[in-house]
């Protein structure tokens, strides 16, 4: 299990497993799952890619994604994406039923 931090107030405890090969590129999947320590769940579970350099950390429930040369800067990406999502999402007055349950999914997900 390795760790990475974003900022002072998110750290991820991060652990990963293989996967079957991606169908479109056969190379070997991975899939993080990534947690706010301490409190294991709810937690998030990224799909890690990458390919020509850049590796694409993706949230399999809300399609947030980041993305960095390394592990750790699409994991920090990432991050950064799903709080600014979270902010946009909270900023509306109305949402649908759907974008209401992303709302939720990430605020349970990030620190306030």
């Known amino acids: 299990m390795a760790t990475t931090r974003r900022g002072a107030a998110v750290t991820l405890a991060v652990r990963e497993l293989?996967?079957?090969p991606d169908g479109s590129s056969g190379a070997p999947g991975r899939l993080v799952v990534a947690?706010?320590?301490p409190n294991p769940p709810p937690f998030f579970v990224l799909r890690v890619s990458s390919a020509d350099g850049v590796v694409v950390a993706e949230d399999?429930?809300?399609a947030v994604h980041g993305s960095g040369p390394?592990?750790?800067a699409a994991l920090e990406d990432f991050l950064e994406a799903a709080r600014t999502h979270l902010d946009v999402l909270e900023s509306q007055e109305q949402l649908s039923?759907?974008?209401r349950q992303k709302r939720d999914?990430?605020?349970e997900r990030l620190p306030a």
């Open 18 to 20: 293989a996967l079957p």
């Open 105 to 107: 999914y990430l605020r």
């Open 60 to 62: 399999v429930t809300v």
């Open 35 to 37: 947690f706010n320590s």
């Open 70 to 72: 390394t592990d750790t």
């Open 97 to 99: 039923p759907r974008l």
